[in-house]
């Protein structure tokens, strides 16, 4: 068993926040160097995803760099296509504390939730139209009701690509809610290349 996945379950149960963000770092950096060097299969034979979400659960207003590292280790975990583990995360309520995260005042911290909840809904067709029926106009409201100029260009991108896992194929039930979500966000960008163009006024004659 690798020795960061039981550290990083002890600096959790003791409640170590610099300790989990080391040690969620060091599965983190296995994950990018050689994502089979830690299978998934390993992982589920521990109680790490059980006590990752418990603590999720109960931090899903909290800040803090662990908390985008746990949110990391969610994301390569979820990567992991074809494994039960998406399975058992939804089981333990993970899109419910993912689209709360995916509200979250922290940019990163969002991006991160978004990105897991985009792995969730492209693996399975029932888990997306969970995700779209009961959380994502509250993920859009969210950023609705942000200073625009608040928003970085890199969670554009992550928003972007989690529209276009959600709403792919999206069946005829769900076209309402669709065009409603994609009209909003293309408000937004409207708003944001106005504002570009106020600030760079040769940009508006190449738009």
Known sequence: MNQAVLDLEKAIKEDKPGLMRKFAEKINEIFFKDPNHLPIEQILKTDLIEILIEFLKKQNSGSGSHIREFLRVLVN???AKGSSVIEKLVDLDIIKIASGFAQHE???IRENA???LANIAGENMEFRDQIIEEESEKILQAILSEDKDRIPVSFWTDLSWFLGV???DSPSQHFEL???FLLKVSLII????DSFCSYYPRASLEI
């Not at 409207?190 to 290349?193: H, I, K």
Request: hydrophobic share 60%; aromatic share 10%; glycine share 0%.
């Open 178 to 180: 669709v065009s409603q």
């Open 106 to 108: 922290d940019f990163l």
């Open 190 to 193: 409207n708003s944001l290349v």
């Open 114 to 116: 978004l990105i897991v």
């Open 77 to 79: 975990i979820t990567s």
């Open 166 to 168: 959600l709403f792919r």
